[in-house]
């Protein structure tokens, strides 16, 4: 009997985690067996609590539970205190623990799908939403220079640097500006904000994105976002955030598994796929 697991959400039916998660496990031969649930917006956690009654491992989760799942966990690890949300639940015994893989799946694209490196780099993360609060823990583990987290609402942005800016790998490393006020020259550019939903893209200065920057967008597509359209024509190195999904599940998968898949096949599937 193959051990259970879900992604859960609401919309659910779009969901590309149950053919990764199918991939990892037969490849490292894990017995995983990994379904799409459906939970009702205001039944999140009686439809978790059902499912681990029947015996459920655990979960992925996404829009609009991550929140819930954060409050669902009995324990939760640093990196999902510090996103603020949990994208990984393990059940196990009465235990519900909360985790956070979206960042380290951030960094670990970036770093080897992409071969950029972190440390001494100057980063620049667009949005100060959960996608954006997520991913700064990982970032920082990583020791970059310096992350300036630009905000169409300042108010929000300053409140993640200054949040950040006290913990210690944050420490003097952290600053925020409107978006008009970013100034100089950036290694990397992430753009966490929402606005290629709408086909729109931040209203980034010049300055920020040039030959010399590797400008990242966490949303992906069959075609470049706008937003990495506006990045290549200003010579910027670009990638989407595809990579990110695959990474977050490996380590949603290691987190569960205690076995690391190999990402670079199932990456390449999901690419041709889109
Ligand atoms: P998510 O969970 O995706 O981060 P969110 O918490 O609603 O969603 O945050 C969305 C982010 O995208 C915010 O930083 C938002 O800016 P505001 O804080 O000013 O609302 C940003 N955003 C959304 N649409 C945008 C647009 N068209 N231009 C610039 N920023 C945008």
Redesign the pocket.
């Known amino acids: 009997m193959a051990d259970r697991y879900v992604v859960i959400g609401n919309p659910i039916a779009h969901s590309k985690s149950p053919q990764i998660h199918a991939r990892f496990a037969q490849q490292t031969g894990e017995p995983v067996a990994y379904e799409r649930l459906l939970a009702p917006l205001d039944g999140f956690e009686p439809t978790m609590r059902d499912f681990i009654a029947g015996g459920g491992r655990g979960a992925n989760v996404t829009v609009p539970f991550k929140l819930d799942a954060f409050a669902l966990a009995t324990e939760r690890s640093a990196r999902a205190e510090a996103a603020g949300a949990v994208n990984t639940l393990r059940f196990d015994g009465g235990r519900i623990v909360g985790d956070n893989t979206d960042g380290v799946g951030l960094v670990r694209d970036i770093m080897g799908g992409a071969g950029i490196g972190i440390a001494g780099r100057r980063v620049l993360l667009?949005?100060?939403?959960?996608?954006?609060r997520g991913i700064i823990l990982p970032l920082l583990d990583e020791s970059p220079a310096q992350i300036v987290i630009a905000?169409?609402?300042l108010a929000?942005a300053e409140e993640l640097a200054t949040q950040f800016g006290q913990l210690p790998q944050g420490r003097g490393r952290m600053a925020a500006a409107p978006f008009a006020a970013v100034e100089g020259a950036f290694d990397i550019v992430i753009n966490?904000?929402?606005?290629s939903l709408?086909a729109?893209v931040?209203?980034v200065p010049a300055s920020a994105l040039s030959a010399q920057t590797f400008a990242y967008d966490m949303m992906y597509g069959a075609q470049p976002t706008v937003f990495m359209q506006v990045a290549a024509s200003r010579g910027a190195a670009v990638r989407d955030g595809l990579g990110m999904l695959v990474e977050q599940a490996a380590e949603a998968f290691f987190v569960w598994r205690g076995v690391r898949p190999d990402t670079s096949p199932v990456y390449a599937w999901l690419r041709a796929q889109l």
């Open positions: 667009l949005g100060a939403g959960g996608a954006a905000n169409r609402t929000k966490a904000t929402s606005a709408s729109e931040p209203p």
